[in-house]
């Protein structure tokens, strides 16, 4: 059985400075799914240095990105640009 467990990180960091890691806010939704398939785990950990067996008794998620939203100011503008799986990027401007 797969875990889903409801994933979502949104705004960026603000340092004391006022400066941002990001242009905007950016909110980021979907899903961390369980990966238990050590078939599947072996490529991941060899990628990183480790031998198939590192990490036994650890949990494994992949994240599955259902949308991407970066909104951000553009003198009076907001705006949005907006990313969902298999589709092209949407662009949106309020005023």
Known sequence: MQTLSPLHICSALRFPDGSATSPGDTKLS????????????????AARGFGPDAFRDSHFFAADIREIVLTRTEGS???????????EL????RS
């Open 77 to 87: 503008v907001t705006v949005i640009d907006l990313w969902l799986p298999d589709r």
């Open 90 to 93: 949407h662009h949106f401007t």
């Open 30 to 45: 979907g899903y961390a799914v369980e990966v238990t398939d050590r078939d599947q785990l072996t490529p991941m950990l």
